[in-house]
């Protein structure tokens, strides 16, 4: 509790206390007044204050004027307890909201705690503590065990493990050595590490994601926009209301003037609007809070409220679904041992810098002696042919074969075959293909579970290698061999089969899918743990690569929109029962306070069930 609210609470138990002692002192005329204006001031004097100087600034219309008029009528018609007891339960309800609200903060600055607060540089053989924003790419930076990791950059020397659950929300942390990439806001668990700078500060991983978070507030979404608008016409029409409900029945009916004003004073306490100007807007806070505990960044409460009316998922493939990787998934040889076919292909490829040359020589995994190589060709379009150990060497795709004159035989498995030919003998063909995800079945079967109607999946690959992982996934629907511009159009196409009501997602890795991801309804890009294009182009980012974590979103998402929907329901219903009650005098000052204030309280308790978020599914 902060000490503002500190402050608070020892008013309001003064007040209280007093308040008590004057409802059990026997006082009557001024003195009875003056012992329940004692209390009423300790407790309100600084409503009343921000009444009259909203006023002043021609900002009449809100809570504080409700209240003060409220409750100054009540002390002007003899309702002394009442006046005094409304102002202390509307103060309470301040201090519970208050309170509440500064929980949801510290629960996300806490998510988001990842600012470094310095970086050690080595100056003469001495570390010394800089600012991180004084540190220049290029320049090397220690990181000890216990702390966090300052810049993005580059391992040089040490091995350790990294937690990244402050950006991934993953609690298993990330083995890191020599050559591998860290990211800034990670904390450094183990060894000693010596990093080289790739970024400014300024451009880091956790500089864009603590400006992603600060700035999700102002983009509201369309219930927020709705209570905003809401309120600035609904309040003066209550008090209108009122004015009409205190003076217009005595003239024209048997009404007393007293129970007039009565009634049009506890008609003014149930309209305060504050259970729902602040607990929508904190179910949004606190949807996005949660969301982000999980490694799910989103961009503002405009973009959870279209995610939870998602009906179709369009996907990219490589890096999305795929690990965007490139591995040998299968050797089959003919007339050699599986380990020579794959030697021979290695060797054949050690001068190539292709990617499927970088597979087989990772597949390898063993020292190249290049020595063994001579006449090494790269053939366009076809593969490779070098002299190894004296023998042509041949390795390559289908067509490199029929242009030697080898006979050979495709393979049964999807992906790009390398066949491999010795002085014109037919080895066999080893495998080389993208793997899919470990989770990125599990993911499509939870989003069918939550009744997304459609999943699809656009790749540039080829058609056999899209409709082999669209099969194997489970997927509704798959377009291979398309170029960027081919995916917008795919992506119009779908988004008028989605009804009034629904949106599209696409995700993507974020890289070459930006025009995809601006054109959907809600664009999804996986973070790649600091991929810039992704966190620039998308309005959701899935820090740690899962497509599960998709279904996971979408289940926030939607469960903050009921909590947003019960809370204006709930509040509405109540109110306009006792406004109703209040109108024809079957509702005391008491039930009035129950419907402002108490409303309000079981509102904000609602509202912040949106940070605890579900598990995933």
């Not at 927020?224 to 309120?231: G, N, R, S, V, Y």
Request: aromatic share 6%.
């Amino acid at each position: 509790m902060s000490r503002k609210q500190k402050r608070m609470l020892a008013r309001l138990i003064a007040a209280a206390v007093l308040f008590t002692a004057a409802l059990l002192l026997p006082l009557t005329g001024w003195a009875r007044l003056a012992a329940f204006l004692v209390p009423y001031a300790i407790a309100g004097w600084d409503v009343l204050w921000r009444a009259v100087r909203n006023i002043a600034h021609g900002q009449v219309f809100d809570e504080n004027f409700l209240m003060a008029l409220a409750t100054v009528g009540a002390l002007a018609t003899g309702e002394y307890p009442e006046a005094v007891f409304v102002m202390v339960f509307y103060q309470v309800g301040e201090l519970f909201q208050s309170y509440a609200v500064d929980q949801s903060r510290k629960s996300i600055s806490a998510l988001m705690d990842i600012r470094p607060d310095y970086a050690n540089v080595e100056v003469d053989g001495q570390l010394q503590q800089v600012d991180p924003e004084d540190v220049a790419v290029g320049d090397a930076i220690v990181i000890k065990a216990g702390e966090r990791i300052p810049l993005d950059g580059v391992v040089l020397e040490g091995t350790s493990t990294v937690d990244t659950a402050a950006l991934t929300g993953e609690s298993l942390p990330r083995e890191v050595r020599p050559g591998d990439d860290v990211i800034s806001g990670c904390v450094n668990l183990s060894g000693l590490l010596r990093v080289q700078v790739t970024r400014a500060f300024e451009e880091s991983t956790v500089s864009r994601i603590l400006e992603l978070v600060e700035n999700s507030s102002s983009k509201k979404a369309k219930a927020e926009h709705f209570i905003t608008k809401f309120a600035r016409y609904y309040t003066p029409i209550v008090v209108l209301a009122a004015v009409a409900l205190a003076f217009l029945p005595p003239l024209f009916t048997s009404i007393q003037w007293a129970d007039s004003i009565q009634r049009a004073l506890n008609f003014l306490v149930v309209s305060c609007p504050c259970a729902l100007v602040i607990s929508v807007p904190l179910s949004f806070f606190g949807g996005i809070g949660g969301a982000s505990k999980d490694g799910i960044l989103v961009k503002g409460g405009n973009y959870l409220e279209v995610l939870a009316k998602t009906e179709i998922v369009v996907f990219d493939k490589t890096g999305t679904l795929t690990r965007g990787v490139f591995n040998v998934t299968a050797i089959h040889p003919d007339s050699c041992p599986e380990e020579e076919l794959l030697e021979l292909a290695a060797l054949a490829e050690s001068w190539s810098d292709h990617p499927i040359s970088r597979s087989l020589k990772e597949a390898w995994g063993k020292e190249l002696d290049t020595a063994r190589v001579s006449d090494a060709e790269e053939l366009s379009g076809r593969g490779v042919r070098a002299t190894v150990d004296g023998h042509v060497i041949c390795a390559g795709n289908d067509k490199l074969m029929e242009d030697i004159g080898v006979s050979w035989h495709p393979c049964h498995r999807v992906g790009t075959t390398v066949h491999v030919a010795a002085d014109g003998v037919y080895l066999g063909h080893i495998v080389i293909s993208d793997e899919v995800k470990p989770d990125a079945q599990e993911a499509i079967a939870a989003l069918k579970r939550q009744g997304i109607r459609k999943t699809v999946m656009l790749t540039g690959d080829a058609r056999a290698v899209g409709e082999d992982v669209a099969r194997s996934l489970g997927l509704d629907e798959v377009h291979a061999q398309l170029l960027p511009n081919h995916k917008v159009d795919r992506v119009e196409a779908l988004l008028k089969e989605v009804s009034p009501g629904g949106a599209l997602a696409f995700v993507g890795d974020g890289i070459n899918d930006a025009p995809v991801l601006s054109r959907a309804d809600v664009g999804i890009a996986m973070g790649g743990l600091g991929s810039d294009a992704a966190i620039e182009a998308a309005d959701i980012v899935l820090m740690d690569d899962k497509p599960s974590k998709i279904a996971h979103a979408i289940a926030i998402a939607r469960r903050t929109l009921v909590i947003v929907k019960q809370n204006i329901i709930f509040a509405l219903a109540v109110k306009l029962l006792v406004l109703v009650l209040s109108a024809v005098g079957l509702a005391s000052m008491w039930a009035a306070v129950f419907a402002d204030v108490g409303v309000s309280v079981i509102a904000i308790l609602n509202a912040m069930r949106c940070l605890r978020q579900p598990k995933q599914s």
